[in-house]
């Protein structure tokens, strides 16, 4: 990934011919701090990698390489207000909704200052001030409970969005079917976002979706919904703003982001399945290094400025990681805390090895 | 005779049964093109084709619902699905389907489909992967549920399970995947619903299936090793049916029981195993049956947290020291 990262560095801004595309004054703004943002995520990604190399991090680890520009413009189409559920790749989600990146690496290291306190890992970042709610390590699973969130809000007559992502993958288990007819019918404030980076684990879209236009689906429930290029965090943050608009109408609304997944499904998977020819044309696709280029050509960034960029990202991640390693693990003494939300009768709060009753004692005479 | 691992077991076996019945159909997530997640099916997409290794879509209730239709039409299929956790999103076609065709159409149709699926914690995967439900499916009547512990059980189970005219639910487990162990030649299947006394010894009845078979043959040879103790190894093999007489017997002869179970100690396999041993053994027990199972919380991802939730090797030893010691038999000369 360094390789990688680096060659974009240094790629010539106008290699391709590119011109400038006259980008507003906004437009611009905006742009650099998108950039901005989706640098921090990559880095912090790949200190995310190497701490799981470094086995401080356990368990799964999913990352968003790949899919920055899509976190990025996504989120930033949300209000503070708005809630957000989303599945077990959602690190960069964590980072946009303004969770300190401490926190969410403390998290992945298991630590006492982990959003969920060490309890839910890499797959189960939760954060209720920041309106994160969760991190979903099930398939599906936050499909029905953020439609339930949606008519929470709906049933207060509050105006509040929720935003529900998943997987391309994720649009074939029965709870998408289910949840996308329930907030259709009941005119929910929610917008159910698929990140298509075209694979599941190793299955193609094509191989996995009999209609592989995953936006089409919301037709069976009469849904509006749209298709955007997950590699332009612009497009993606204006296609979300309308989508979250029609949303708050009480218009449910399904968008899918083309994105781009650029190593393997979690940190583990060699990737195997992918060809040689797939495997380059990902550099082509990594929005690190397009978004880079464009700003660039734009005239908004210069050499200095992106490398600049790439040294406040890294030292981000180094005291994330930093804070994240110095923070204490949960004392064993806590087991037992967290079981129920209300003390109960009874409750069995037995080690392992611990018998059910103290011994008995012993027989004195055995033959 | 060969050594192998428990992956390989399941592997060979595995395709030795689809070049023998045209109608054994493989289908889950991710086992033809990926391999499968843990690698069992490496090799059989290109060897037998998309029609008989079916990668399916992420639809566990979908999937494991059409493998049970196929199978009543004839087909043999075999399912994996990733983990046992994933299968609570087909447990009612399992519970209410599978389980149920044979008895409530009068015996007219039958559904000899397999359910392959590991189980396992302590991999800090948090509190919905590390999951140990095999209890759910035993419970059911109708299900046949098996747990080998062994490379040799691997096989003889799988070749039972598959050929069996029942619905199977065969638990494999994280753990055992990479353990090796002698596997016959041949293709002679395990009689489903016999457990096995692995290791014969008179002070102690250990009594475990799938992972904690495997620990306590370990501890009963370590035992052996350190401290001279003699304790026998029931492996439960099937968990439904369950062989009740072999694990009486043997407690009738050792007088005292330790179960280990990879599940919650309330209502677990263990419980049931403990109830039986109170039923059929009662005069003979020296001391409460013991049982060595998992703190009861959602399972958390924090390595010292996990490590607390799961039992240990030290505590399958300290419970059978003081099972021993209850009994006021034997005592091992040396403490630790
Ligand atoms: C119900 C369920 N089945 C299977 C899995 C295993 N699994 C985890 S991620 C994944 C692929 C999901 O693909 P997609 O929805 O495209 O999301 P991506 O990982 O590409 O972000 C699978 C099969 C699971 N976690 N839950
Ligand atoms: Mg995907």
């Not at chain 1, 200095?304 to 040294?311: I, R």
């Not at chain 2, 968990?239 to 677990?268: F, H, M, N, Q």
Request: aromatic share 6%; net charge negative; proline share 5%.
């Amino acid at each position: 990934m360094s390789e990688r990262t680096r060659s974009a560095k240094k790629g010539s801004p106008s290699a391709d011919g590119s011109v400038p595309s006259g980008l507003t004054d906004d437009e611009g703004r905006r742009l650099l701090d998108f950039y901005r943002r989706m640098v921090i995520i990559r880095r912090f990604e790949e200190r995310a990698a190497r701490g799981y190399t470094q086995a401080l991090i356990g368990g799964y680890c999913h990352l968003n390489l790949g899919e920055e520009a899509a976190v990025v413009g996504l989120v930033a189409a949300l209000e503070d207000r708005d809630y957000l559920f989303t599945n077990y790749r959602e690190h960069g989600y964590a980072i946009e909704r303004g969770i300190s990146p401490e926190r969410v690496m403390a998290e992945l290291y298991g630590r006492v200052d982990g959003v969920s306190k060490g309890w839910g890992g890499s797959m189960h970042l939760f954060d209720v001030d920041h309106r994160l709610l969760g991190g979903y390590g099930i398939v599906g699973g936050q499909l029905p409970l953020a439609t339930g969130a949606a008519l929470a809000i709906s049933y207060r007559g509050s105006d509040e969005v929720v935003m529900c992502t998943m997987g391309d993958g994720t649009t074939n288990i029965g709870a998408f079917h289910e949840s996308l007819n329930l907030a259709a019918l009941w005119h929910l404030p929610i917008v159910y976002v698929i990140i298509n980076n075209r694979l599941g684990m190793g299955t193609t879209v094509e191989k996995s979706s009999a209609e592989p236009e995953l936006a089409r689906r919301a037709a069976s429930y009469r849904m509006a919904s749209a298709r955007v290029d997950g590699l332009d965090p612009l497009a993606t943050y204006e296609a979300t703003r309308s989508a979250v608009a029609a949303a708050r109408a009480g218009a449910p609304f399904l968008l899918e982001v083309v994105s781009e997944r650029l190593r393997g499904h979690s940190v583990v998977d060699p990737a195997k399945y992918r060809t040689a020819e797939e495997v380059e044309a990902l550099t082509s696709h990594d929005p690190i290094h397009t978004v880079g280029a464009r700003l660039m050509v734009e005239g908004l960034l210069d050499a200095e400025g992106l490398a600049a960029l790439d040294e406040e990202a890294k030292a981000i991640a180094e005291r994330a990681s930093a804070f994240a390693e110095a923070s204490p693990h949960p004392d064993p003494s806590t087991l037992f805390d967290y079981t129920y939300a209300t003390p109960v009768a009874n409750d069995l709060h037995r080690l392992p090895g611990e018998p059910l009753f103290a011994a008995r004692p012993r027989p004195t005479e055995v033959a | 005779m060969a050594v192998m691992t428990f992956r390989q077991a399941l592997h060979d076996t595995l395709r030795d049964e689809m070049h023998r019945d045209e109608n054994v159909v493989l289908m889950g997530e991710e086992i033809g093109v990926f391999e499968g997640s843990y690698k069992i099916t490496a090799g059989l997409l290109p060897e037998f084709g998309e029609r008989r290794v079916r990668d399916t879509p992420i639809a566990e209730e979908g999937f494991t619902g059409a493998a049970i239709g196929a199978a009543m039409l004839g087909l043999r299929p075999v399912v994996e699905i990733m983990t046992i956790n994933f299968s609570l999103l087909a447990l009612d076609q399992i519970v209410n389907h599978a389980a149920k065709i044979y008895g409530m159409f009068g015996g007219q149709a039958r559904v000899p489909l397999v359910i392959r699926t590991p189980g396992g914690g302590g991999q800090q995967l948090g509190a919905t992967h590390s999951q140990n439900i095999e209890l759910y499916y035993a419970f059911v009547p109708g299900m046949k549920v098996v747990a080998p512990s062994t490379p040799a059980d691997a096989k003889a189970l799988l070749l039972a399970a598959i050929r069996d005219d029942d619905p199977v639910l065969f638990l494999e487990n994280l753990a055992l995947y990479n353990t090796k162990g002698d596997v016959p030649d041949g293709d002679t299947p395990a009689e489903i619903g016999r457990a096995a006394i692995t290791r014969r010894g008179s002070d102690l009845t250990l009594i475990g299936y799938s992972r904690t078979a495997f620990v306590a043959n370990q501890v009963a040879q370590e035992l052996a090793e350190t401290e001279g103790l003699d304790i026998e190894v029931v492996d439960l093999r099937s968990l439904r049916p369950l062989d009740r007489a072999t694990i009486v017997e043997s407690v009738k002869r050792t007088s005292c029981a330790v179960v280990l179970e990879d599940d919650w100690l309330t209502y677990g396999i263990g419980a049931e195993v403990a109830a039986t041993i109170s039923d059929g053994a009662f005069d003979y027990l020296d001391a409460p049956v013991r049982r060595v199972a998992m703190a009861e919380v959602p399972l958390p991802y924090s390595k010292v947290l996990e490590t607390a939730a799961l039992p240990s090797h030290e505590d399958v030893i300290n419970a059978v020291y003081q099972t021993l010691d209850a009994v006021g038999r034997r005592r091992p000369a040396a403490r630790r």
